[in-house]
């Protein structure tokens, strides 16, 4: 995978960085992946791999482009990029870990917060000491985001926040909260501010955890929020930046979107790995069923979408380091940031789909006996973690919606 294939976005140090995040999850991650698997048949995620996530934040593999005076290590994002991929390779659900949290609560928490804010919030999270959550969703927004119904109501110098969110990603577990709610409901999507809010505050509660298909051992939750009561410097950015939370969502999204196609990549890099192995070794008709043109193809197919996706994830994350350094418009990520999140997790499912064909029946079992590279997952597994990549962040249907609207922008064409 290096020989400079990914020139000019992947430098050698860079995949000297690949080398060593590599080794570290093979050796320290995925032992425990099959031990948090079982733990967690029933996808509540009540198990959370708490030891991963400090050794992870240890490390300094969360939000690794935040600076050091943040905590971070003042890295590209283009190297956080490459972890994500790296521990999506070994494990969806530990991939969570170093994708969720680092790009949509350290990142706009850089982006949006005040001085006094980043000072106090992102060094706990870069490190691993808390685990922060994105609350946008409510039971009746989804893909519509503008018709939250969650209000955050002035009353004198404070905020009375009402409200309930849906399908929170480590919602239940988290110490600091990004909450979306409306402050100008009649202003529609130009109504929305962002709060930071702390898990000790009164009136949070996590009503329902979820029972999920994949990423079993990360809880994903509700989150009721009942008369909360915050002063505005718990808006994200302060005072000023009152009904400006769109623009919050917009942005982490571009951000957040580099980092599922990231872990998108990584799955389909692990479903092609145990695939070619698997055909290599399986004989059938006197013969390893790598030598027969109907796996040949499979595989074939598979390796060129992972290229495909894996430059347009590279070119995307190496347009956001641009526009994290102001070199250019940050809307200029948008569009390659949705075509990446959206080619490279429907590479993933199509990856992990024939890798189950070309392993057979053993593709369809759980038992890691069956794939040839333990260090990685089954493909089953990646199977199910996988799924959900093509729908958080915004589905895929949403990212072609914003794909054709880019690019009738930039053809001067206007859809209504
Ligand atoms: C495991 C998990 C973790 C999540 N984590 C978080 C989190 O941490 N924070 C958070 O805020 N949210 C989170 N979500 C929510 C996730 O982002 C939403 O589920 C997603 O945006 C889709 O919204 P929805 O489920 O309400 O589906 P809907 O919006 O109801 O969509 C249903 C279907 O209709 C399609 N559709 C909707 N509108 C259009 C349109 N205009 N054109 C074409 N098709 C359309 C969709 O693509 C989809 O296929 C999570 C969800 C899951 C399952």
Same mark, same amino acid.
């Given at each position: 995978?290096?020989?400079?294939?990914?020139?000019?976005?992947?430098?050698?140090?860079?995949?000297?960085?690949?080398?060593?995040?590599?080794?570290?999850?093979?050796?320290?991650?995925?032992?425990?992946?099959?031990?948090?698997?079982?733990?967690?048949?029933?996808?509540?995620?009540?198990?959370?791999?708490?030891?991963?996530?400090?050794?992870?934040?240890?490390?300094?593999?969360?939000?690794?482009?935040?600076?050091?005076?943040?905590?971070?290590?003042?890295?590209?994002?283009?190297?956080?990029?490459?972890?994500?991929?790296?521990?999506?390779?070994?494990?969806?659900?530990?991939?969570?870990?170093?994708?969720?949290?680092?790009?949509?609560?350290?990142?706009?928490?850089?982006?949006?917060?005040?001085?006094?804010?980043?000072?106090?919030?992102?060094?706990?999270?870069?490190?691993?000491?808390?685990?922060?959550?994105?609350?946008?969703?409510?039971?009746?927004?989804?893909?519509?985001?503008?018709?939250?119904?969650?209000?955050?109501?002035?009353?004198?110098?404070?905020?009375?926040?009402?409200?309930?969110?849906?399908?929170?990603?480590?919602?239940?577990?988290?110490?600091?909260?990004?909450?979306?709610?409306?402050?100008?409901?009649?202003?529609?999507?130009?109504?929305?501010?962002?709060?930071?809010?702390?898990?000790?505050?009164?009136?949070?509660?996590?009503?329902?955890?979820?029972?999920?298909?994949?990423?079993?051992?990360?809880?994903?939750?509700?989150?009721?929020?009942?008369?909360?009561?915050?002063?505005?410097? %718990? @808006?994200? !950015? #302060?005072?000023?930046?009152?009904?400006?939370?769109? $623009? +919050?969502?917009?942005?982490? &999204?571009?951000?957040?979107?580099?980092?599922?196609?990231?872990?998108?990549?990584?799955?389909?890099?692990?479903?092609?790995?145990?695939?070619?192995?698997?055909?290599?070794?399986?004989?059938?008709?006197?013969?390893?069923?790598?030598?027969?043109?109907?796996?040949?193809?499979?595989?074939?197919?598979?390796?060129?979408?992972?290229?495909?996706?894996?430059?347009?994830?590279?070119?995307?994350?190496?347009?956001?380091?641009?526009?994290?350094?102001?070199?250019?418009?940050?809307?200029?990520?948008?569009?390659?940031?949705?075509?990446?999140?959206?080619?490279?997790?429907?590479?993933?499912?199509?990856?992990?789909?024939?890798?189950? %064909? @070309?392993? !057979? #029946?053993?593709?369809?079992?759980?038992?890691?006996? $069956? +794939?040839?590279?333990?260090? &990685?997952?089954?493909?089953?597994?990646?199977?199910?973690?996988?799924?959900?990549?093509?729908?958080?962040?915004?589905?895929?249907?949403?990212?072609?919606?914003?794909?054709?609207?880019?690019?009738?922008?930039?053809?001067?064409?206007?859809?209504?």
């Amino acid at each position: 995978m290096s020989m400079g294939l990914y020139a000019p976005y992947i430098t050698p140090e860079m995949e000297e960085h690949r080398k060593k995040v590599r080794e570290f999850a093979e050796k320290e991650l995925a032992p425990l992946r099959q031990e948090y698997e079982e733990k967690n048949l029933d996808g509540l995620g009540k198990e959370f791999p708490w030891d991963l996530y400090k050794k992870i934040g240890e490390r300094g593999y969360l939000a690794e482009h935040i600076p050091k005076e943040y905590g971070g290590k003042g890295e590209s994002f283009l190297k956080e990029i490459i972890t994500i991929e790296e521990v999506a390779r070994v494990c969806g659900t530990f991939s969570v870990i170093v994708d969720y949290t680092p790009t949509l609560v350290c990142n706009p928490i850089f982006t949006f917060g005040t001085e006094e804010q980043k000072k106090k919030y992102l060094p706990p999270l870069v490190k691993g000491e808390k685990v922060g959550s994105y609350a946008l969703t409510e039971p009746n927004a989804g893909s519509d985001v503008a018709s939250i119904e969650t209000k955050a109501e002035k009353k004198g110098d404070k905020y009375i926040i009402n409200g309930y969110k849906k399908f929170i990603m480590l919602g239940n577990i988290a110490d600091i909260f990004l909450v979306f709610a409306k402050t100008k409901p009649e202003a529609g999507a130009r109504g929305i501010t962002v709060f930071i809010l702390e898990r000790d505050m009164e009136g949070i509660s996590f009503p329902k955890q979820e029972k999920k298909l994949g990423l079993r051992a990360a809880p994903t939750s509700e989150i009721k929020l009942e008369n909360v009561e915050v002063t505005e410097d %718990q @808006i994200l !950015g #302060g005072p000023e930046q009152e009904n400006r939370g769109i $623009y +919050v969502a917009l942005d982490a &999204l571009d951000h957040g979107r580099c980092g599922v196609a990231a872990q998108g990549l990584g799955a389909a890099q692990a479903a092609f790995e145990q695939a070619l192995k698997f055909a290599s070794e399986r004989v059938q008709f006197g013969t390893p069923i790598i030598s027969f043109q109907a796996i040949q193809w499979m595989l074939a197919d598979m390796a060129m979408r992972i290229d495909a996706a894996r430059l347009l994830t590279y070119r995307a994350a190496y347009l956001r380091d641009l526009a994290i350094k102001g070199q250019i418009e940050r809307r200029k990520v948008t569009l390659p940031a949705s075509m990446a999140k959206c080619y490279a997790t429907e590479t993933a499912t199509f990856a992990a789909h024939r890798a189950i %064909q @070309i392993f !057979g #029946g053993r593709g369809y079992m759980m038992d890691p006996e $069956y +794939v040839p590279i333990k260090e &990685l997952p089954t493909p089953e597994k990646i199977y199910r973690d996988c799924r959900i990549f093509e729908i958080y962040e915004g589905t895929n249907e949403i990212q072609r919606y914003v794909i054709s609207r880019e690019i009738s922008r930039l053809y001067g064409i206007k859809i209504k």
